[in-house]
């Protein structure tokens, strides 16, 4: 019962109507991405995920990593799921040819990350941060590092690790300690420590490339000080073989709420003042480098909201069409039934559905537009994408986990007492999905994100026209989906509010608009996910009128963006009163006094 | 950093305005109950809580209960506790003087079950399933069964536990099993197996008494066939002393996400065919009985979310006050403050805080009016107490155990990467908050309550005088909050309007009613609970004018009720439309559709 099946049709549909399916072809670098060919990929990635990767999913939740001398040793499962994974070169989709890659579009690859996530969300966050990392080098790496580290790295037969995080260093990267010091040849001395590491040592990869944040002497202090370097675990021969062991070691690994089968490491660098280091880019300039990985991160992170609720929901829904309980409501006999008849459990299955594919639609639609700033032939395409890709991320990524919480909460609940109990496995979806909002930027970081940087990014254009495209739909909802409309434009209008009095803050009043920036991120993701679901519902009747496609999975369409329109996005539009009350309710409580005069 | 500190200024005040504090030397059975020896009681409550039983929370989540032959053993410290609520007599409080107790009110007998239950969730269920079996007994066990077994269960020398769960039979209590048949000396063989029996067996007590729902031969199916039984695990000789053992026996226990202290047994009755219990009360009316069990219960649960999210949110706000990381927003520079400056930090303390401090009101209001309900001396105010404690208890269950679980995840946010670490604690609260939702009555159980039998008591009568009360209130806010006069009054009017359709709906429409309980009842929930904290708001007001109370405490309740009424209240109020949505679109889909064709 615990099967995961990908949602194929679904995953299909959002591509071509959000993901850009349908215009790759046309893309330049993309032109063989075409129906056929990605029809059998996904399907080829649906049997590894369902066969290969789901069944160790608990397995990993049960065993964990644990640390054998200076390793950290994986469950034997994963290390099957590794080798398909590297053998299926399914690590090598997005990434150019000329790297070992097939150049597929990285929407593609999201979609077929969704299912493997879904699958095994601890084994997962390898693969991602492996993708992060060669992100990194390729645009920011000299030519020799791009060729003598990323092939290995895009076949997957080395892995990436993200090395930002101090115990003093969280959120606020710029504090942090790690050093570097300049070598005679060129290279550089690292020290320090480093925490949370996801991935930082592991038995599945020959090597593990560390992209380390550490300061030199004399930088700058903050953000503006800080460098990025390149730290193999074994250095690697001019001849591409492996030397030595570097000098950098786990220390210890995190006992975790979830995804038990990630390590999760302290790593320890120079401790016998001999870790090797290459810088990434200029000095000073690691920032930058890091944003490069960590957009692609937080849209990847995104996504684990998607695939765990995904999962959650399917494994409640195929309970509640098993489990018999109580007469239906309303109905003549007083049989029990299955528990899917009762209206309660279907708002929980229902809610979990419509915001797990307002989100999927959200997240398919941001990746696309990543695709075109990079692959679009007309540069003012690239630009715009560009930004609209900026702009989405803070919404997939904060967005997407919350919902992923909901509705692994949502779910558990549908088990009723059973929930509770750890080997129905709906308990290992609400503790593996709690991660997703905190790290690559906390939600609350997300928030201040879309309401500072991308609210003032080119001048408010990007979510200007956002928001007129949405207003230009909703306005013209005269057919189908008609009833709609009104509810749809009034939130359109609220969501056009708040960013205009967001805007109009300013610095002057930069407090009030921090203080509105989860609402205000609630808000302009709900709306843009009852967009989408509109605009699929109404593809939806074209193609139901056009007896093209299968009615049950259409018409399923159409009912779920009607439940998120009536039932979600109200609350949502509500949120434009928070969203303006200022900050005063927030912020007059003397610190003190949230511990102390109670 | 995770002490627990009760905090007494918050619950001596939410007595005094919703718990009736200055009318208890009023009520007849309640006149002892003067101002200082309740401040008396609530101070050396607090010091058991905060150093006695606090410490113990962890140890209980890490070492658990186990069985060593046939008894199930607890941590040496919950022993300790146990003692120590034994000899405080903490147990005996709000019970008759003839069967042991001080004849104290029940309101402030749960004031002081807030206190132990932050301290230590999973001890706390023990007495809240003893009391639950006392009011059981008492209302209707014959004189003989008060006299020999309730005592010894107000004293806390026994303990009790409620065994309704059966593996087909969870919500739907009428299609239990479970077997009783008469024996010539009138008292009954019982045979069947029992799950989820929280503290069903332990080394606390000296002995334990089950109280037992079962079916007699030919019972009429469903729930008008079940009786319930008196089981002890020993047998109590006419002396008082302790016979053989009965047959009764844990057979396993159960490995869940949370509470891990509190033992959840698998319980076999007559497994060697000699399982003696006695009736309680009439044959065939077991159900009524039950309900004795569970209204007490539920809203003993509904204050679990208050209690969990409480001590959440202070583990919570210390870290807030001591964490320094980023800049703050705004500011001419650029050192780096505590988190308890960010606005966005702010939000996710402000919102436990103010959603806890919202359901201990609607709790404290409920249990008084039980306590009127048994004590007043006019019948007629009895009656109307009775039925707004009725109204009110989905509303305690279920909304303070939703915003127990959403407090006990804001709370873990709000350490970032920390709060995903174990031995941080606060991943403790959030898999602890996460059962309340579902035992003694699922929240979609108890909406459907509040939907169905609630809603159409006395015809409508109690909601109607609630919804009455509040508008009259919200009319009249001239003076201070007046400024939130207009919301309140359109939420009291949106409250209005969602009952009264639903009542209209009847049982033609029963279906759209069942498909709105949920937000019905958050609708119900949010309303009540901002009346309740603006009401605290304009005391606080009165107060501060009058120089009579702590400022700082008094000024951060208003700023509390402030930030309710602009944040939370909003969108709860639109949950209007989607109460007066209809059920299509969540019933529409195929049942089979929510797995298939996807």
Chains 1, 2 share one sequence.
Request: proline letters at 4%; one cysteine or more; glycine letters at 10%.
């Amino acid at each position: 019962m615990s099967d995961y099946r990908a949602p194929l049709e679904e995953i299909q549909f959002a591509l071509e109507t959000c993901g850009g399916l349908n215009e790759w072809v046309n893309t330049p670098g993309f032109e063989e991405a075409g129906e056929d060919l990605v029809a059998a990929v996904l399907d080829e990635a649906a049997k590894l995920a369902n066969e290969i990767i789901a069944p160790t999913n608990v397995i990993g939740d049960l065993k964990g990593a644990h640390i054998e001398g200076d390793t950290v040793v994986t469950p034997d499962e994963f290390k099957k799921v590794q080798e398909a994974f590297v053998e299926g070169g399914w690590s090598t989709l997005a990434y150019p040819e000329s790297l070992g890659g097939q150049g597929l579009p990285g929407t593609l690859a999201f979609a077929i990350t969704e299912m493997v996530t879904s699958a095994n969300m601890a084994f997962s966050l390898q693969p991602l941060l492996t993708s992060g990392a060669i992100e990194a080098i390729i645009a920011h790496g000299s030519k020799e590092q791009i060729a003598k580290y990323v092939p290995n790295m895009v076949s997957a037969k080395w892995t990436g690790a993200m090395n930002l995080t101090e115990p003093g260093a969280g959120s606020d990267v710029g504090a942090l300690k790690a050093k570097a010091e300049k070598q005679p040849d060129g290279s550089y001395k690292i020290s320090g420590q480093k925490i949370f590491i996801t991935w930082g040592d592991h038995d599945l990869a020959e090597n593990i490339i560390h992209l380390v944040l550490a300061r030199l002497p004399g930088a700058p202090e903050g953000t503006r000080g800080i460098s990025m370097f390149l730290v193999p675990k074994f250095h690697v021969n001019d001849d591409g073989s492996l030397g030595d062991r570097n000098d950098v070691r786990v220390v210890s690994l995190e006992h975790k709420l979830g995804i038990h089968g990630s390590p999760t490491c302290v790593m320890a660098f120079g401790e016998n003042d001999n870790c090797i280091g290459y810088i990434v880019g200029e000095e000073n300039k690691g920032m930058r480098n890091m944003f490069t990985m960590m957009n692609h991160a937080r849209v990847g992170v995104g996504l684990q909201g998607v695939s765990v609720a995904e999962r959650a929901y399917q494994h409640a829904a195929a309970f509640a069409q098993e489990r018999i309980q109580s007469a239906e409501i309303g109905a003549k006999t007083r049989d029990a039934v299955a528990i899917i008849r009762h209206p309660d459990v279907r708002r929980l299955l229902m809610t979990t559905r419509a915001t797990v594919e307002a989100a999927r639609a959200i997240i398919y639609r941001n990746v696309w537009a990543f695709d075109r700033a990079h692959h679009a032939s007309d540069p003012e395409v690239r630009r715009k994408a560009q930004g609209e890709a900026d702009l989405l991320t803070p919404l997939s990524k904060a967005y997407a986990t919350d919902i992923g919480v909901e509705g692994a909460s949502l779910a558990l609940q549908v088990f009723g007492g059973m929930g509770f109990i750890e080997e129905t496995g709906a308990a290992q979806f609400y503790r593996d999905s709690r991660i997703a909002p905190i790290y690559e930027g906390t939600n609350g970081i997300q928030a201040l994100d879309l309401a500072g940087r991308k609210l003032n990014d080119a001048g408010g254009e990007h979510w200007k026209s956002l928001i007129e495209e949405m207003k230009e739909f909703a306005e013209g909802m005269d057919r189908g989906m008609k009833e709609y409309k009104d509810t749809l434009v009034d939130a359109v209008t609220a969501l056009e509010d708040a960013a205009t009095t967001l805007f109009a803050n300013g610095f002057e009043n930069i407090v009030d608009t921090a203080a509105a920036a989860t609402p205000y991120l609630r808000l302009f993701s709900t709306v843009v996910g009852a967009y989408l679901l509109c605009k699929q519902a109404t593809e939806a009747e074209r193609r139901l009128a056009a007896h093209d496609g299968n009615p049950a999975f259409l018409r399923a369409k159409i009912t779920t963006a009607r439940f998120y329109v009536e039932q979600i996005l109200p609350t949502a539009t509500a949120l434009l009163g928070p969203i303006k009350a200022g900050s005063a309710s927030l912020m007059e409580i003397d610190d003190i006094d949230f511990c102390e005069n109670r």
